[in-house]
C-alpha cells in the first residue's frame, strides 16, 4: 500500500510565500517521477511542476521563475517553493508519484487574496 501525503497549504496575500511538502510511504521498489498538480475552481488540473524519471524538472509556463520543485534527499519527498503567488494561483495543490501505479495524495488548498 503506498501513501501519497501533501502539506503546507494555506491563504496568504499576493505577492507572499508558501512551501508545500509531499511524502510518499509504503512499500514500492522505485518512484518514476513525482510532482505536483493543481486544480482551481472550474478549471481541469493542470501540471505546476515535477520531476521526470531522468531528474530534470518540467515547470507550467505560468509558474517558471517563481516556483520551484525540490527533492529531499530520500528521494520520497518533494517540495513546492512558492514566491510572489498570484490570485491566479490559488487551487488545490496535488502531489502525484508515479511508479508502477500512479498515486495522488489528497491535496492541499492554497488561496491568495488579493
Known amino acids: 500500500q503506498v501513501h501519497v501525503v501533501e502539506s503546507g497549504g494555506g491563504l496568504v496575500q499576493s505577492g507572499g510565500s508558501l512551501r508545500l511538502s509531499c511524502a510518499a510511504s509504503g512499500i514500492f521498489f522505485r518512484i518514476n517521477t513525482m510532482g505536483w498538480y493543481r486544480q482551481a475552481p472550474g478549471k481541469q488540473r493542470e501540471l505546476v511542476a515535477a520531476?521526470?524519471?531522468?531528474?530534470?524538472?518540467n515547470y507550467a509556463d505560468s509558474v517558471k521563475g517563481r516556483f520551484t520543485i525540490s527533492r529531499g534527499n530520500a528521494k520520497n519527498t518533494v517540495y513546492l517553493q512558492m514566491n510572489s503567488l498570484k490570485p491566479e494561483d490559488t487551487g488545490v495543490y496535488y502531489c502525484?508519484?508515479?511508479?508502477?501505479?500512479?498515486?495522488w495524495g489528497q491535496g492541499t488548498q492554497v488561496t491568495v487574496s488579493s
Open positions: 502525484r508519484a508515479t511508479m508502477s501505479s500512479d498515486y
Open positions: 520531476f521526470t524519471s531522468g531528474g530534470t524538472t
